[in-house]
């Protein structure tokens, strides 16, 4: 299928609409914290592969969660609360870390690798107050998480680990929560690294999401992001 090839020096996509049947709109560009910030507010996100080159995509429908329809089971919530501490933007390092470590195998680089220089890039926007961490803590030690980048009213879910049953799962409760009390519009699921098992999630066509991603970039343009 044809797609779009972007130039490293051109910060610019064109149009979502334009992605093909499996969602590929375009390849390569130079990645940046500038790129990233656009593709989120154009409804486009990344995916390296092979690991050379970056692709774009814009699946439609696009899968994401409204926290303000979703219902946390309270007694779920409480239980896993008894076995669990949690915690935002402790460690936000050690999560990305951990992401590494869970899908960077030898062997397997597939899209799901997390790279030194998205490390580098999340970092950034760690540094600015868009990329957030969820740290999820047994006895002191660090058994799961997940991050993602905060833009407006919109969370894009980046990647979630467990290495203990049930860890993961008290991550995505406790981000819808703290979503839900922030009033975010979305939370996107645009990546597999992000989807966990017993979630339900919502299917938005890729025009109405690519207009709530533009609505939601102008309306913050100017505002410092609340997470």
Known sequence: MPYFELKNDEISFPPAYFADIEGLLAVGGQM?????LLAYNSGIFYWH???KHIKWWSPDPRIVLIPEAFDIPVSR???LNKEFTVTMDSDFEQVLRNCQQLYNIDGQMDNRWLTERMFRIFTELHNIGK????????NSKLVGGLFG?????IFFGEYLFSTVDSADELAVLSLVKHLKQQRFRLLD???QTFFLPGIEYDELPRLEYVGICKENASQYKDAQTEF
């Open 77 to 79: 919530w409480e239980t």
């Open 189 to 191: 699921m645009q990546k």
């Open 32 to 36: 940046s914290v500038e790129r990233l």
């Open 149 to 153: 980048v905060a833009n407006g009213k």
């Open 131 to 138: 990329s957030h961490s969820v740290e999820v803590w047994k």
């Open 49 to 51: 592969f092979p690991l």
